[in-house]
């Protein structure tokens, strides 16, 4: 294929509009805005060549989010998203296992990872082996599992939640069920069995997966960020420790953290969670002050421009996401009893 050049005028232009979407104001100097220029301009034509769509979750990063994604947001409005478009191929902004979810929601449709190794340490710590021996040591137990999860592993499930809407439908299933098998965060596990007042073990049953980000949040120095600063409203992401979540104003996903910041009026907010968040949120909010406490997710950063640009460009077979189509209709189906529950449309 040919290559797409832009002219000095259109590199201008795309450079200017880079800039009134907010970079600048999160460290992008000049050098750096010509530099993104030259790659969003190319994916941008691309894009529009090849009829494909860039979803981007709230953790890539922000030349990402503002240049060149499509539609942005947390896996629940992700997934939502993925399963309308129109387009033929989605170049996915993100991990792994959200990458298959789009595919396993759009079959027919060509999906692209940009990194090979954006993996979750969440996704990697449970098999579809571990949740059929889970199943057996507890019949009758629904099995409600995380979204960040392997394609196998949501096919071995009875349904799918993400941090939105965990708590409304795991309380739809103790309705009808004494006992719930929830999968695989087990700091997100403990943080809903405290807020729907369910014992670990006898009622709740967890799995002992971690998300390397939101595991190493130090509680302690929440007491030190109020005194530092008076006011502030604390929100933090339900894959942090109960020890830390018992501390703050907010614990949800990041579309509820975002929901929260533009509803409130404080004198500061902090995102305990992956620094993306924060990022969109001060451009976002131009007029909110925000003070930080987050981490890089090693895996989300694994995409950036250039690796957008050569997926579309020259895609490899390795780029491509396959789930095999048994695995495929099987995990289809627990993501669309997730969309059913949590959108009150089907009785248990
Ligand atoms: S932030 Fe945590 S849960 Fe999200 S992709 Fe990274 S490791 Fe996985």
Redesign the pocket.
Known sequence: MKKLEPTARQLKSERDRLSSLGLPSLGFCDRDLRTAAALTWRINALKKLKRAVIPGHV?QRPEILLGVADFVGDSYKLAKLCAQTQAKTIVFGG?RFMAETAKILNPEKTVLLPASGAG????ESITAADVRALKARHPGAPVATYI?TSAEVKAASDVIVTSANAEKILKRLFAKHPQVIFIPDELMGKNLAQSLGKSLETELIIWRGT????DKFDPFAIALYRKRYPGVKILAHA?CSPSLVALVDFVGGTGGMMEYVEKTEAPYYMLVT?CGLGELARVRFPDKKFVFMCRL?P??KLVDLPSILRVLEKPEPSDAIEVPADVAAKAKGALQRMFELAEDTAPL
């Open positions: 953790y991990v979750c340490s969440l996704s960040n998300c390397i980000v939101h894959e992956e997710c895996y989300m």
